[in-house]
């Protein structure tokens, strides 16, 4: 079973941040709850009512609580006897989709407008498919990474880096997501050690991937893991930074790539307009707009050409990552990771 660590007051800022983008008043056609930035969420969803003339409601997670506090909210209106508000989930990441589709709450769907997305970008049962993803790079801020360039997870420990390296908190969002990943490839023992090893070799601990990325991006760190969007922002501001895809040596574990994913809720009031947004969600028309967009995703399809600030599929090797194995390593990511933070 999912443990419920979102506090009450985390739930209560979930709720106050949701949006309308149906006229005031008026009851919603279709309820979409999203863990992917409200920047991307509010054209995107606008230009589906445009085009369709279905109004939406839309709720968002905090940053601080990113994936993790609407799974919380999810599982609470998912639960026996709960009545569910949501019709579709729009989740920045793979793993705690995984979760709620385990525990019951979403809804299998074989979207017409999905079957030509690859089976590496779809649950096999129907309960989510990609319209998107994102690459866990390392930003590195060039002038400071010019005598010594990282290339892999393990340079974060490295005494070479001391005191230079960065990363968001792994406590919700993709960051979380990416190490319970990296632990379900490496194993336990060696995940642990190298957690423990980066910490005390003096790396920060962002309160995000944006602000880690700002960071570098003005030369306060040297390097630090962050997805490609927020990468891709820094370099558009101007700044002298690089994207380094880690670990693409031999025997290395691959840059971690995570999926964004599209889901329906189980039981959601709205369903006939849930599957519609569903399949405007993962089109090809959507998922082109999106890797043209600010979150420049990665596209899923071969034939989608990559938008002006997203990388392409084939510039580099991609770990292989069983994200149902992989969901099942977030509690012990969580339980290190607070443990880590509370010590420092």
């Known amino acids: 079973m999912v443990r419920r660590i979102a506090p009450f007051a ?25 863990s992917v930035d409200d920047e991307v969420v509010r054209p995107m969803l606008e230009r589906f009512r445009a085009e369709t003339g279905l109004r939406v409601k839309v709720e968002v997670d905090t940053e601080a609580t ?25 989740n920045n990441e793979p793993a705690w989709t995984v979760r ?29 498919v990609a319209n998107g993803a994102r690459a866990r790079v390392l930003i590195a801020h060039s002038p400071s990474v010019a005598a010594a360039r990282p290339s892999s997870y393990l340079d974060l420990a490295d005494p070479r880096f001391k005191d230079r390296a960065a990363i968001a908190r792994p406590l919700a969002g993709t960051t979380l997501t990416h ?54 922002a820094r370099r558009a501001a101007g700044e002298s930074v690089e994207a380094v895809f880690p670990d693409q040596g031999e025997g290395q574990v691959g840059t971690f790539v995570l999926p964004v994913t599209v889901a329906l809720v189980r039981g959601g009031p709205h369903p006939e307009a849930a599957r519609r947004l569903y399949d405007w969600l993962v089109s090809p028309a959507t998922e082109a707009a999106l890797s043209a967009s600010s979150y420049a995703t990665i596209p899923v399809r071969p034939g989608t050409p990559p938008g002006p600030q997203a990388v392409a599929p084939a510039t580099f090797r991609a770990a292989k990552v069983d994200w149902r194995e992989a969901s099942k390593h977030v509690d012990a990511v969580l339980d290190l990771a607070r443990s880590i933070l509370e010590s420092k």
Do not use: H, Q
């Open 10 to 34: 985390a739930l209560l800022a979930l709720v106050a941040a949701g949006l309308w983008l149906a006229l005031s008043g008026e009851s919603p056609d279709v309820v979409c709850y999203a």
């Open 66 to 90: 990113k994936s993790i506090g609407m799974a919380n909210r999810l599982l609470k209106e998912g639960r026996p006897g709960a009545r569910p508000r949501a019709d579709v989930y729009w």
């Open 100 to 128: 709620l589709a385990d525990a019951g709450v979403l809804e299998p769907y074989d979207s017409p407008a999905a079957r030509d997305i690859p089976a590496a970008f779809r649950d096999p049962a129907g309960l989510w």
């Open 179 to 232: 190490l319970a990943a990296l632990r379900s490839l490496v194993g336990a023992a060696e995940f642990e050690r190298w957690l423990r090893g980066a910490a005390g070799n003096g790396v920060a601990f962002a309160s995000g991937n944006g602000s880690l990325a700002r960071e570098v991006g003005r030369g306060a760190r040297a390097f630090g893991f962050t997805d490609t969007d927020d990468f891709a």
